[in-house]
Nanobody, 121 residues
Framework: QVQLVESGGGLVQTGGSLRLSCAAS????????MGWYRQAPGKQRELVAH???????NYADSVKDRFSISRDNARNTVHLQMDSLKPEDTAVYYC???????????????WGQGTQVTVSS
């Protein structure tokens, strides 16, 4: 019964900004890590950024100086602020969470449905 709901995707021009959000809902005890992956046409899905429960972050080199990830633990939400967007950033962005569901002692991986980000040149 865990669900990740994404928002904030859209169409922007080169140099513009978007803010992606992902909220986790359902029955779980805690979220260990939340983040974003993306997949462009003809390419493999790749990590964009993630953040752990203690605030440790990790970024792909291609976005490190332009994107910023944060989380609101009280709302079980992760945000990705994307600035200075480039056409190369065009992809479907997927929210990802490693969390502990109520029905098992194991940590499980959950995915959102994906949100389209398109950067025009």
């Amino acid at each position: 019964q865990v669900q990740l709901v994404e928002s904030g995707g859209g169409l922007v021009q080169t140099g513009g900004s978007l803010r992606l959000s992902c909220a986790a809902s359902g029955r779980f005890f805690s979220i260990n890590r939340m983040g974003w992956y993306r997949q462009a046409p003809g390419k493999q899905r790749e990590l964009v950024a993630h953040i752990t429960s203690d605030g440790t972050t990790n970024y792909a080199d291609s976005v490190k100086d332009r994107f910023s990830i944060s989380r609101d633990n009280a709302r079980n939400t992760v945000h990705l602020q994307m600035d200075s967007l480039k056409p190369e950033d065009t992809a479907v962005y997927y929210c990802n969470a490693d969390l502990h569901p109520w029905y098992t002692a194991d940590v499980r991986i959950f995915w959102g449905q994906g949100t389209q980000v398109t950067v025009s040149s």
